[in-house]
């Protein structure tokens, strides 16, 4: 059965530095989000995506954010200038455009920023 | 303000007992609530969504808009029900934006 996946499963990087993080969603989905879940805290929608660009954004999602779809199968979630509070797990999702309704998540990648 | 509030964070019950794992909303429109459930190093994946009116895996949702609820049941819990539960709501027709609850964690004891 066809999966997200996310790269990397975790990553670790210096407040100030850029991160990205890297999604392959199911490749006959069409519809793409990011989700972030502080430790504790509940799941909170980041953006979302589809024909090439945002069709929603959350109050978190502010300049420091960035989302692309590089090519054909990636989609990757920039952040700028990382802060001690970008620390949490990201989860990318996708849909399909028959059950648009129906997300498939992968598998998260965690952040850690020090 | 929209809002899903899932009051338990962890819910013990004994296998053959029912379950109710409670969810109550805010949201000015029209939503559409859907249950995500995670189990132990899988994924988060759809359970069950309210407009559908099934029941999977023997659990049911039923939406009280009255009430701003969307509490999931089961009658006989079963060991392998053990998970985080998640609710979660969107605008009706609109997936573009989710918002989702802080989960429950459920807890089925031989």
């Known amino acids: 059965e066809p999966e997200v996946t996310q790269t990397p499963s975790h990553q670790v990087t210096q407040m100030g530095q850029e991160v990205i993080l890297r999604c392959v969603p199911i490749s006959n989905h069409l519809y793409f989000y990011w989700y972030r879940q502080i430790l504790g805290q509940k799941v909170e929608f980041l953006v979302s995506f589809y024909n090439n660009e945002i069709s929603e954004k959350s109050e978190i999602f502010d300049d420091q954010f960035s989302v692309e779809r590089p090519d054909g199968s990636n989609f990757t979630l920039k952040i700028r200038s990382t802060k001690l509070e970008d620390s949490a797990m990201y989860f990318c999702?996708?849909?399909?455009?028959?059950?648009?309704?129906?997300?498939?998540f992968g598998p998260g990648t965690r952040l850690t920023v020090t | 303000a929209q809002r899903v509030t899932q009051p338990e964070k962890l819910l013990s019950v004994f296998k053959g007992a029912p379950v109710e794992l409670k969810c109550n909303y805010s949201?000015?429109?029209?939503?559409?609530l859907f249950w995500y459930v995670q189990y132990s190093r899988q994924r988060l994946q759809l359970l069950l969504r309210?407009?559908s009116r099934e029941s999977i895996k023997g659990f049911t949702a039923d939406l009280n808009k009255g009430e701003t609820s969307f509490h999931l049941k089961k009658p006989f819990a079963q060991e392998e029900d053990s998970a985080m539960y998640y609710c979660a709501l969107s605008a009706e027709y609109n997936f573009n934006k989710f918002y989702f609850g802080s989960g429950t964690k459920l807890n089925v004891k031989p």
């Open positions: 949201y000015s429109g029209s939503p559409e």
């Open positions: 999702a996708s849909s399909g455009l028959l059950k648009i309704y129906e997300q498939y």
């Open positions: 309210h407009i």
